[in-house]
């Protein structure tokens, strides 16, 4: 990407799907990287989810200088720097800590919960468990209120040695695959296999 196309990517306004999937993704493993201009978003997961990573990429590539690229065992991306995610900083971060934003009830959708979930859930039986270990207790515990009001989606939380997660009852299964199902990428199908 040129300089000139570079600047004008960091004025342009993001659609509301690029919008939820970042958050989704800053829920899940997606993290905001200062630069010399700000913050950029960098997307960094395993190999394994080339495609993922590709299908991130294609909806944020406006606002990248560079494709994909493999490091070792990663797979990674990352944005230009934007203001949107200055303002996302400092929603979700104190200091380099994640926690869980004040407005994150007033952004949660469909779209937002899919990329989550295709981020940090795990089949668990016939439940789903959402890796939410980043987050205190407290947080895990608006994170289940968020899910209710928002959603419709009943979890619960789950001790994970001194840190907690979420678990999806089984119960809210059939709404979790009517809510993801448009979402959810052929390769992360299996998050939610019966």
């Given amino acids: 990407m040129d300089t000139i196309r570079a600047r004008n990517a960091r004025f342009r306004q993001l659609t509301q799907e690029q919008q939820e999937i970042i958050i989704g993704s800053l829920l899940g493993d997606g993290y905001l990287v200062a630069t010399t201009r700000g913050y950029a978003f960098r997307v960094n997961h395993g190999i394994a989810q080339q495609a993922y ?38 929603e979700f971060y104190v200091e380099k800590r994640k926690q869980v934003p004040v407005q994150l009830s007033e952004w949660m959708s469909p779209l937002v919960f899919s990329v989550w979930l295709m981020d940090d859930g795990a089949k668990d039986k016939g439940q789903l468990r959402l890796n939410t270990q980043c987050f205190s207790r ?20 789950n001790r994970d040695k001194k840190q907690f997660r979420l678990r999806v009852k089984e ?24």
């Avoid at 895990?140 to 619960?156: D, R």
């Avoid at 009517?178 to 959810?184: K, V, W």
């Fill in 171 to 194: 119960v809210s299964m059939p709404r979790v695959r009517q809510l993801a199902r448009h979402y959810l990428l052929p390769s992360m199908q299996y998050k939610l296999s019966p």
């Fill in 53 to 90: 990573v590709d299908w991130k990429y294609r909806i944020l590539e406006e606002f990248t200088n560079s494709p994909p690229r493999i490091y070792q065992s990663s797979y990674y991306f990352r944005t230009v720097s934007h203001p949107f995610f200055e303002k996302l900083r400092h």
């Fill in 138 to 157: 407290e947080e895990n515990q608006t994170l289940i209120g968020i899910l209710e009001a928002k959603l419709g989606i009943s979890a619960t939380l």
